[in-house]
């Protein structure tokens, strides 16, 4: 019986979990169920069942998720998890890896809220390269909220007593309710008109439904596109809305983001006396530095004795003149050597002997140039032959019968006509 064909228990199981990781409808899962099997592990990690009237599955929530809960998981418990479905290869069993948690109850609006997330986050409305920096010392702050409740009364009261300089303005707006989220954006478009230095964005506490404006689409793109760096104060601290993630700085109460706003007077003064006492300390530490150069100077030997320096200057004056002067005389030296020795010169002295030379030396290049030249020869009864064109024969075969031809003498040209050829005679 061949074995190759049979596979371990391992190699299947890493297969079963490659198809399952690559499943692309696996990789985001959105589950509702009932956690049964609750263990907390002391890792941190959480390790249950998730079921409902005909079927379980098993989940495991690592603890940097865990952490981010805002309820105590027991069993029982219905909720609404986001996560991956995947194979735990030590046992072959699949599961869900939970993510996200929250628990039963928000229905849709959870869904729409991580769904809207998500897509904003993937178009990178969250990015943290697009955030404005906030101003240390606003000195125009709006608030977009309902004119009457806690938000704004926290607001103004928190930013008049830490800051009192300060200058608000306040765009009351609908914060819940089916037209909320128009005037919101009204507002909000309105506000970035002013010029302000800061705008707060948010109201008081309430449940999903209440905060659901802060969730849409329309609002978070108005946040985004505002010029003016927005503050997010919408709710209590657990509350999150998708206008604390786009927003510049998110706040966990309308008071805290009046605190974030503005800084403390009081710390203020206590930092201007720092800054006062550390000016003067500095001043004080410069002019005592100052005073010790000083007095190092004053108590200077050259400073006491200012000649001295002069003495050395005069000294080295004198060693350059010195120099100067040896090389002078010693250049004018040489030159009346070399004027002296070309005044001693024969030649320069009896410039008729030059002449003379050159003459002896013309005469012979005549000489020579009389014994090549063509005229010598020609009087020696020689002659030159030429064509009509005056071009020099050297040969029979040049010319023809009663051909004109030319004959230079020593004393002149002879035209002839040619009768014969040489060889036609022989």
């Known amino acids: 019986m061949k074995h190759d064909k049979y596979l371990t228990v391992?190699?299947?199981?890493?297969?079963?979990?490659?198809?399952?990781?690559?499943n692309e409808h696996l990789r985001v899962v959105y589950l509702k169920g009932e956690i049964s099997n609750f263990k907390g592990h002391t890792t941190g990690h959480l390790y249950f069942s998730l079921k409902d009237e005909n079927s379980r599955i098993n989940a495991i929530m690592f603890s940097s998720y865990a952490k981010k809960l805002n309820f105590t998981p027991t069993d029982g418990k219905k909720v609404l998890v986001i996560g991956r479905i995947s194979v735990y290869e030590a046992t072959g069993s699949y599961q869900i890896y939970v993510e996200d948690m929250q628990e039963d109850g928000l229905g849709n609006l959870y869904l729409?809220?991580?769904?809207?997330?998500?897509?904003?986050?993937?178009?990178?409305?969250?990015?943290?390269?697009?955030?404005?920096?906030l101003p240390k010392y606003p000195e125009v702050i709006g608030i977009v909220t309902a004119p009457t409740g806690a938000a704004i009364k926290d607001i103004l009261s928190t930013i008049k007593r830490r800051y009192p300089i300060c200058k608000t303005i306040l765009f009351p707006c609908l914060v819940q309710g089916e037209y909320a989220k128009d005037d919101i954006v009204k507002k909000i478009e309105l506000a970035d008109t002013y010029?302000?230095?800061?705008?707060?964005?948010?109201?008081?506490?309430?449940?999903?439904?209440?905060?659901?404006?802060?969730?849409?689409e329309v609002v978070a793109r108005a946040i985004f596109k505002a010029k003016t760096p927005i503050i997010s104060a919408v709710g209590h601290?657990?509350?999150?809305?998708?206008?604390?993630?786009?927003?510049?700085?998110?706040?966990?109460?309308?008071?805290?983001?009046?605190?974030?706003?503005?800084?403390?007077?009081?710390d203020l003064k206590s930092y201007l006396n720092q800054l006062n006492i550390r000016i003067k300390e500095a001043i004080l530490k410069n002019i005592n530095y100052k005073r010790l150069i000083l007095e190092t100077f004053k108590s200077s030997f050259v400073l006491k004795n200012p000649m001295i320096m002069y003495d050395a200057k005069r000294q080295k004056l004198d060693m350059m003149i010195d120099r100067l002067n040896n090389v002078i005389n010693k250049k004018v030296h040489n030159y009346r050597q070399e004027l002296d020795h070309l005044k001693s010169n024969y030649l320069l002295n009896n410039p008729h002997l030059i002449y003379k030379d050159y003459q002896i030396k013309l005469t012979n290049l005549i000489d020579k140039l009389e014994l090549v030249s063509p005229i010598h020869t020609l009087k020696r009864g020689y002659s030159i032959t030429m064509d009509s064109e005056y071009k020099v024969i050297k040969s029979i075969k040049k010319v023809k019968v009663k051909d004109v031809i030319n004959i230079r003498l020593a004393d002149g040209i002879l035209k002839a006509e040619v009768i014969l050829k040489e060889k036609e005679v022989s």
């Open 10 to 22: 391992s190699v299947i199981n890493r297969y079963l979990k490659d198809q399952f990781d690559r």
């Open 112 to 133: 729409a809220f991580e769904k809207l997330k998500a897509s904003l986050e993937r178009e990178g409305l969250f990015d943290p390269k697009y955030k404005k920096k």
């Open 195 to 216: 010029n302000l230095d800061l705008l707060i964005v948010g109201r008081g506490g309430g449940s999903i439904e209440d905060l659901w404006p802060f969730n849409e």
């Open 237 to 266: 601290e657990i509350d999150f809305t998708i206008a604390d993630f786009v927003a510049d700085l998110r706040a966990p109460t309308p008071t805290g983001a009046a605190e974030m706003a503005v800084p403390n007077l009081v």
